[in-house]
């Protein structure tokens, strides 16, 4: 079992930042994948960025490739997203994600993740 923990949404002004945590646990942990994804109402929950626990690959996705950072704290089971320069059109439920045996390129695709936080909020205003 893995338990995800999400923070740090909430509400900013348009070229604003935010850093969510995603704060995890459980067995399997050292060897998984996390992401984050988004999702608003009447749109498809899309990929924004993955990071395997104990590598150094990193993915992201075009819309939001040189604004925001993925990064993790192995001694602290925390991975983050650093959100810089917000647009309204990032407002979304965020999802923390992670799926286990994470061999290989890092999967963009919902289906894939296993294990799901609550979801935080981010609305960006203009």
């Known amino acids: 079992q893995v338990q995800l923990v999400e923070s740090g949404g909430g509400l900013v002004q348009a070229g604003g930042s935010l850093r969510l945590s995603c704060a995890a646990s459980g067995r399997s942990f050292d060897s998984s994948t996390t992401g984050w994804f988004r999702q608003t109402p009447g749109k498809e929950r899309e990929f924004v960025a993955g990071i395997h626990w104990n590598g150094i690959s990193t993915k992201y996705a075009d819309f939001v490739k040189g604004r925001f950072t993925i990064s993790r704290d192995n001694a602290e089971n925390t991975v983050f997203l650093q959100m810089n320069s917000l647009k309204p059109e990032d407002t979304a439920v965020y999802y923390c994600?992670?799926?286990?045996?994470?061999?290989?390129?890092?999967?963009?695709?919902?289906?894939?993740?296993?294990?799901w936080g609550q979801g935080t909020q981010v609305t960006v205003s203009s």
């Open positions: 994600a992670a799926y286990e045996r994470a061999l290989g390129v890092i999967n963009t695709t919902p289906t894939r993740y296993k294990y």
